[in-house]
């Protein structure tokens, strides 16, 4: 088959045409004031969409994970203290970057399925005044859990700390509130191919005033990655380097688009999408992995799958007779749970394909699931709170 169903892995997301042909344009050259004109409403748009009151925007060509070691390399030195809660694979890889990076890690061992903990956080911070600075994954990718960022903050203001802040945003930015300023973030972390619906290949970053401080002194090495020739070259309007320039095309044509739906009207579209996945997930008998409601994350839900039942054979399935992508469980639930990616370029319509596929393979599997189980608990929510032209037209 030559045609291509909507993807529902959490990222890389679904990418909407006009964001496609916003990235296809001619060679230009990144010395020219035609390049200043397209990088400066790509990065307004990113201090926009990250509610970003000061401080500086960063675009590597890189993902994510080039977004954590830009993070701590630019603001760290060997031998220095950070502090992370581990509760999944996304959490695991960035403590694993530190770790090579010759960081001391104090890590908080948190089960899988829980959140950042802030009551463990506050205490480690009284107990520990050298650490330099506390890393949360605010939408933990592995397990579906969402943690409280404001939370973080309040801990380390009740502890008086003056740690930096450092979150990787990467599944939640520009599909899940984000407020940057209002939480004393110091430095976010976001990649161009989840929230910002775009191919991969740009690192996004929010750097705060104090982390731009901390450069000065920081000894981690680091070069591709340097903030310092960053913002050099970004004061003359160019770039160290060759940008990825028509993926910042891109990045500024998809912040229109996320705009003109209204940045508020997004997170309430995730919301109501994943709403209606969680709704299925219960008609089905099954429940998300996240240990309680509040931890629900609104771009991804990992659904924990029946005992003797396999995910990762579901996601298989889906791809192989189906054509269509979910997530596989990783590490430690990998085979307990198959993940449904709800963020991006998504209407309820197309989350409804992704449910009405993954109940038939869930039934072609002989799990103890009748059709239209889920699919009907997501119809009725949906029909009940879809708005009038929920997505604005293009
Ligand atoms: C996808 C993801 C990453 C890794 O990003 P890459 O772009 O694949 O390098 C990091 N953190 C979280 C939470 C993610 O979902």
Sequence with gaps: MSFQNPVFIPGPTNIPESVRKACDMPTLDHRSPAFARLFKPAVSGVRRVLKMDQGEVILIPSTGTGGWEAAVTNTLSPGDTVLAARFGMFSHRWIDLCQRHGLNVQ????????????????AALRAAPSIKAVLATHNETATGVKSDIAGIRRAMDAAGHGAMLFVDGVSSIASMPFDFAGWG??????????????????????????????????????????F????????????????????????????????????????????????????????????????????????????????????????????????????????????????????????????????????????????????????????EYYRGTVPALAMAAE
């Design 107 to 122: 890590i908080i061992e948190t089960p899988w399925g829980q959140g950042a903990p802030l009551a463990q956080i506050e």
């Design 185 to 226: 973030v110091d430095i976010a972390v976001a990649g161009s191919q989840k929230g910002f619906m775009l191919p991969a290949g740009l690192a996004i970053l929010g750097v705060s005033p104090k982390a731009i401080a901390a450069m000065g002194t920081a000894t981690l090495p680091r070069t591709f990655f340097d």
């Design 228 to 379: 310092r020739d960053m913002l050099t070259s970004y004061a003359r309007g160019g770039y160290p380097y060759t940008p990825a320039v028509g993926l910042i095309a891109g990045l500024a044509h998809s912040i229109d688009l996320l705009e003109g739906e209204g940045l508020e009207n997004v997170y309430a579209r995730h919301h109501r999408l994943a709403e209606g996945v969680r709704r299925a997930v219960q008609g089905w008998g099954m429940t998300p992995y996240a240990a309680s409601a509040d931890l629900y994350s609104d771009t991804v839900t990992a659904v924990k799958v029946p005992a003797g039942c396999d995910g990762t054979a579901l996601v298989q399935l889906a791809a192989s007779k189906y054509g269509m992508a979910f997530g596989v469980g990783l590490g430690e639930v990998a085979g307990k749970v198959f993940r449904i990616g709800h963020l991006g370029m998504l209407t309820e319509a197309m989350v409804l394909s992704g449910l009405c596929v993954a109940e038939m393979c869930m039934a072609d599997l002989g799990w103890p699931v009748e059709l239209g189980s889920g699919i009907a608990a997501a119809q």
